[in-house]
């Protein structure tokens, strides 16, 4: 039986794409210390997810978890890794 929801999701290998290993592996995902550092929040996804997503898609998923990061109270804020882009390129008129 295919495994599906919360279970699939327990027991994926979820891995930080916003700090990657010198060798270009991935670092597990989380942080021990809660402080705002260098590193800044970390991207975390599934482990087939980042061997999948290209170094541009990468890049452009942590800017935006980082830009955002400050939420509510100072909470992070989730973010898509992958971007959904419109039909035709063209931007909305407001």
Do not use: D, H
């Not at 930080?16 to 210390?33: E, L």
């Amino acid at each position: 039986m295919a495994k599906t929801g919360l279970s699939k999701w327990f027991e994926q290998k979820w891995v930080n794409i916003g700090a990657p290993k010198k060798n270009g592996k991935f670092q597990s995902c989380g942080r021990a210390k809660a402080k705002k550092g260098k590193k800044g929040y970390p991207k975390c996804v599934p482990l087939s997810k980042a061997n999948s997503m290209t170094k541009a898609q990468i890049k452009s998923a942590v800017r935006r978890k980082r830009s955002k990061a400050q939420g509510v109270k100072g909470k992070p804020t989730n973010v898509r890794t992958m971007v959904r882009r419109r039909k035709g390129g063209k931007k909305k008129k407001t």
